[in-house]
T-cell receptor
Framework: EAGVAQSPRYKIIEKRQSVAFWCNPISGHATLYWYQQILGQGPKLLIQFQNNGVVDDSQLPKDRFSAERLKGVDSTLKIQPAKLEDSAVYLC???????????FGPGTRLTVL | KQEVTQIPAALSVPEGENLVLNCSFTDSAIYNLQWFRQDPGKGLTSLLLIQSSQREQTSGRLNASLDKSSGRSTLYIAASQPGDSATYLCAVGGSQGNLIFGKGTKLSVKP
């Protein structure tokens, strides 16, 4: 069974530029999560989807971050414009249902200069 | 607001030693607790999932326990090996499945 796929693996941008990350969850998993992990910290949930609907986006900085999961499968997370403090690893995870075991992708390491 | 604390922040042990990693959480109303391993520059690998109704789970040399009433979980690693060197993260699951993580314990096992 293929795991959670993410791309790109690394991205370096200048502040105020825009960037997008892509995630493809494990086949059949209805729930998809985006987490932000700042160096030395545990991951923090940004947004949770159940199929193509948003369950929780309370910690998503909506003035600059957006996410979508239009067909209930893969998802895109966008940052526009990026700030220095957005430098982090962005992790995507999926589960078969909301309270079940979560499986993580390899992450995208973003550096904002 | 749920807070998760992991102690110690870092741990160095000689190969073959048994060790315990600790995780505490402030709100006992959790649905599950999950332990992960993170290697440098990599994503998270799920090690063990304990449902709120369970007391412990075992996988190979790993054993995780959960005491909801006291807000504690421990991860026991038997006969540690250099390949166990990684950061271990504890996360508690809420009613909708969202995970709240601790900062992790960085484990180094010396040959």
């Amino acid at each position: 069974e293929a795991g959670v796929a993410q791309s790109p693996r690394y991205k370096i941008i200048e502040k105020r530029q825009s960037v997008a990350f892509w995630c493809n969850p494990i086949s059949g998993h209805a729930t998809l999560y985006w987490y932000q992990q700042i160096l030395g910290q545990g991951p923090k949930l940004l947004i949770q989807f159940q199929n193509n609907g948003v369950v929780d986006d309370s910690q998503l900085p909506k003035d600059r971050f957006s996410a979508e999961r239009l067909k209930g499968v893969d998802s895109t997370l966008k940052i526009q414009p990026a700030k220095l403090e957005d430098s982090a690893v962005y992790l995507c995870a999926s589960s078969s249902q909301g309270v079940n075991e979560q499986f993580f992708g390899p992450g995208t390491r973003l550096t904002v200069l | 607001k749920q807070e998760v604390t992991q102690i110690p922040a870092a741990l160095s042990v000689p190969e073959g030693e048994n060790l315990v990693l600790n995780c505490s959480f402030t709100d006992s109303a959790i649905y599950n607790l999950q332990w992960f391993r993170q290697d440098p520059g990599k994503g998270l690998t799920s090690l063990l999932l304990i449902q709120s109704s369970q007391r412990e789970q075992t996988s190979g040399r790993l054993n995780a326990s959960l005491d909801k009433s006291s807000g504690r979980s421990t991860l026991y690693i038997a006969a540690s090996q250099p390949g166990d060197s990684a950061t271990y993260l504890c996360a508690v699951g809420g009613s909708q499945g969202n995970l709240i993580f601790g900062k992790g314990t960085k484990l180094s096992v010396k040959p």
